[in-house]
């Protein structure tokens, strides 16, 4: 385990499934599937996402040990790398006019989200970093995940009918009106991957750390799952590929996934 160790996104190892990858085979940047080469899919670890942003910083992976694979729960933890790093702040503008017609810009920044903590039926969406693109019309913020149509939003009545007694944070991936009052995905119904009661006045932002009410497949129905929102103070990445982050361990395979810094900025390959 003290061979070099890599971490990336394969759109198609040779099964047609988007995944993320932990392999000892180092990744070909210019390729756009079997990014090792080997006309296999076998890893030390995958996890099935079509999400290329982001590997998931917690969730549920398929691991090999002693020549079987197990389902493992993994974590990555923010570390050091020599990689060329790339933040970028994402700025939410702000525009008045004057009484002499002179328009004024404030620009600010908006911390974005990271989920993590998902049951294994909607383990595809640990990891995504949702970025602030706009209010909602009570001035709650609207997240929307990178290159997915992913969101994260404040609604008061999720169906509109007036019987919901709470307003709720909710994870959707239908996209949220901006100017509606209630019901902000038009469905008439309340339909959804999560959801949160909002405590009046709660329209800040969603808790960092909090237990949702999410869709867990026929099997599990509704439950109660822990959701993290970890903030970070970067926006999108400039251009480029897929992250790959080559972590050249001391001390196994732990290492290597406690090297890869990914909570506070996204590494970028040129």
Same mark, same amino acid.
């Given at each position: ?79 050091? /790398? @020599?990689? #060329? ?8 503008? =702000?525009?008045?006019? +004057?009484?002499?017609g002179t328009t004024t810009t404030t620009k600010s920044t908006k911390a974005s989200l990271i989920l993590g903590g998902t049951c294994a039926y909607k383990r595809a969406l640990n ?14 913020p609207i997240y929307k995940a990178r290159g997915l149509d992913e969101y994260i939003y404040r609604d008061a009545d999720c169906d509109g009918a007036g019987n919901v007694t709470a ?10 009106? /901006? @100017?509606? #009052? ?8 309340? =339909?959804?991957?999560? +959801? ?75």
């Open positions: 385990l003290r061979a070099e160790k890599y971490l990336y996104h394969d759109p198609d190892c040779q099964d047609g499934t988007p995944r993320w990858v932990l392999d000892v085979k180092k990744p070909d940047v210019n390729k756009t599937h079997d990014l090792d080469g080997d006309f296999s899919c076998d890893h030390i670890g995958s996890m099935n996402s079509q999400y290329t942003f982001h590997p998931p910083t917690a969730g549920e992976w398929s691991m090999l040990c002693d020549g079987i694979y197990h389902p493992q729960f993994l974590t990555l933890l923010e570390g050091t /790398s @020599t990689m #060329t790093v790339t933040t970028t702040a994402t700025p939410t503008t =702000t525009t008045s006019t +004057s009484r002499n990891g995504m970093i949702f970025d602030f693109v706009g209010a909602a019309a009570d001035g709650s307003a709720r944070w909710v994870f959707d991936n239908s996209k949220p009106s /901006s @100017t509606a #009052t209630k019901d902000l995905d038009g469905d008439g119904n309340c =339909t959804y991957h999560a +959801s949160l009661d909002s405590a009046p006045g709660g329209t800040s932002r969603p808790p960092a750390s909090a237990e949702w009410s999410m869709y867990c497949g026929e099997a599990s129905g509704w439950m109660k799952v822990g959701l993290t929102l970890l903030e970070v103070q970067n926006g999108d990445v400039k251009a480029g590929r897929d992250l790959i982050v080559n972590a050249a361990t001391r001390s196994g395979l732990v290492a290597a996934v406690a090297a890869v810094a990914l909570v506070t900025a996204q590494l970028l390959f040129a």
